[in-house]
């Protein structure tokens, strides 16, 4: 097991920028692939981007394509999501969560077995 904590949350205008940090525990970072969701008021948790163990995949929701980079720093146990050209839409719930797998990593919030605890993200217009 892995313990997550995010951090990064916050209010910012639309067309904004936030970079939300997700740091682990232990010392078997590495073996995890990463991802993170979001979940706004009232709607299913949804895949935001997800990134393999060693950074060779990478994967985005369509919603983020283009605006938002997934990155991992595999020596600081860390995870980060840098979200730029933010909307109104964003506005959510952030999570971080992993999974020890190799290869592609998984899109699905039900393949993940770790989780944060969230940092709200808020976007105005």
């Known amino acids: 097991q892995v313990q997550l904590v995010e951090s990064g949350g916050g209010l910012v205008q639309a067309g904004g920028s936030l970079r939300l940090s997700c740091a682990a525990s232990?010392?078997?970072?590495?073996?995890?692939?990463m991802g993170w969701f979001r979940q706004a008021p009232g709607k299913e948790r949804e895949f935001v981007a997800t990134i393999s163990r060693n950074g060779a995949y990478i994967y985005y929701a369509d919603s983020v394509k283009g605006r938002f980079t997934i990155s991992r720093d595999n020596a600081k146990n860390t995870v980060y999501l840098q979200m730029n050209s933010l909307k109104p839409e964003d506005t959510a719930a952030y999570y971080c969560?992993?999974?020890?797998?190799?290869?592609?990593?998984?899109?699905?919030?039900?393949?993940?077995?770790?989780w944060g605890q969230g940092t709200q993200v808020t976007v105005s217009s």
């Open positions: 969560a992993a999974v020890v797998r190799v290869g592609r990593p998984p899109q699905s919030a039900a393949s993940y077995d770790n």
């Open positions: 232990g010392r078997t970072f590495s073996s995890y692939a």
